[in-house]
């Protein structure tokens, strides 16, 4: 069974920093890009982060780069997303997806695999 199970998330305070996991089963991880996402309600889902299929490279959005950074551990089949400084704003929907892709890209449409999301929720 192909899953993609994120963890991590919750209720916390601006100024925070919160660290989510996203384990994968059943599906080949290593040498696939892996990304994160977030939608908040009424919008779309909003690229986050990428790493290359062997974690060598990363990228990440222009908007989220001084506070986000990813990682991999291909060993336990999970990547991870330290976020920093969090902020209102930050309050949505994290997922991870697996990329049909080597290199680190930031389309919906370049993932084939996605979880069903962990909820972070940031107070003012």
């Known amino acids: 069974q192909v899953r993609l199970v994120e963890s991590g998330g919750g209720l916390v305070q601006a100024g925070d920093s919160l660290t989510l996991a996203c384990t994968a089963s059943?599906?080949?991880?290593?040498?696939?890009?892996m990304g994160w996402f977030r939608q908040a309600p009424g919008r779309e889902r909003e690229f986050l982060c990428s790493?290359?299929?062997?974690?060598?490279?990363?990228y990440c959005d222009d908007s989220v780069k001084d506070r986000f950074a990813i990682s991999r551990d291909d060993a336990d089949n999970t990547i991870a997303l330290q976020i920093n400084n969090l902020k209102p704003e930050d309050t949505a929907v994290y997922y991870c997806?697996?990329?049909?892709?080597?290199?680190?890209?930031?389309?919906?449409?370049?993932?084939?695999?996605w979880g069903q999301g962990t909820q972070v929720t940031v107070s003012s």
């Open positions: 997806a697996r990329s049909i892709r080597w290199v680190e890209v930031a389309e919906v449409y370049e993932y084939d695999y």
């Open positions: 790493i290359s299929g062997n974690g060598d490279s990363t």
């Open positions: 059943g599906i080949t991880f290593t040498n696939r890009a």
